[in-house]
C-alpha cells in the first residue's frame, strides 16, 4: 500500500484561521502607520520649504514668499505651496499636499514673507497643524518664530 503525502483537511484551515487573524490584526496597523508617514513628509515638506525661502531670501537679498495654493478655511496650506520672488513673482518652487492630509494654520495666515536678512517680515509668529483627515493619530505642528526659525513638534489634531 503507498503511503498518502499532504496536508490534512484540519491543518489547511488552522493555516487559513492564522492568516486571517494576522490580516485582520495588521492592516489597520499598516493604515496608522501610513498616516504616520504622510503627515511626516508633509511636515518635512513644508519646513524645507520656509528653510529654502528664508535661504533664498538672504541669498539674492530680496524678500521670498511663501503662498498657500488654493487656501480654504481650516484647511489654509491644504492646496500646497509656492515660493516666488515678491519683486516679480517668478516662481521657484511648487509643492503640492496629499489630499488626505490638511495643514491649518491656527491664525490663518496664508502667506509669509521673508525679508533679506531671512527674517519674517512683520512682527509675527503662526502655528500650523498637519493632521491626517481620514485616520484619527496624533499629527505634528510646525511653529514659525519671528527670526524665521522653524521648530517641528508633536501636535494634537
Known amino acids: 500500500m503507498k503511503k498518502q ?3 490534512t483537511l484540519i491543518e489547511l484551515m488552522i493555516v487559513v484561521t492564522l492568516l486571517g487573524l494576522t490580516l ?7 493604515k496608522n502607520s501610513m498616516a504616520r508617514n504622510q503627515i511626516a513628509v508633509q511636515s518635512h515638506a513644508f519646513v524645507a ?16 514668499n511663501v503662498i498657500a495654493i488654493a487656501p480654504v478655511d481650516n484647511n489654509e ?8 520672488r515678491a519683486a516679480n ?3 521657484l518652487s511648487v509643492h503640492n499636499v496629499s489630499p488626505n ?3 491649518n494654520s491656527s491664525d490663518g495666515y496664508q502667506q509669509y514673507q521673508f525679508n533679506s ?5 512683520g ?10 483627515k481620514t485616520v484619527s493619530i496624533a499629527g505634528r505642528k510646525i511653529q514659525i518664530g519671528t527670526t524665521g526659525r522653524v521648530v517641528l513638534s508633536p501636535g494634537s489634531c
Open 77 to 84: 496650506w491644504g492646496g500646497g505651496w509656492k515660493i516666488e
Open 49 to 64: 520649504a520656509v528653510m529654502m525661502a528664508r535661504t533664498e531670501a538672504v541669498k539674492r537679498s530680496e524678500t521670498i
Open 5 to 7: 503525502t499532504g496536508f
Open 117 to 121: 536678512r531671512g527674517m519674517l517680515s
Open 89 to 91: 513673482q517668478e516662481v
Open 24 to 30: 485582520v490584526l495588521g492592516v489597520p496597523s499598516f
Open 123 to 132: 512682527n509675527f509668529t503662526d502655528t500650523l497643524v498637519v493632521c491626517h
Open 101 to 103: 492630509v490638511s495643514v
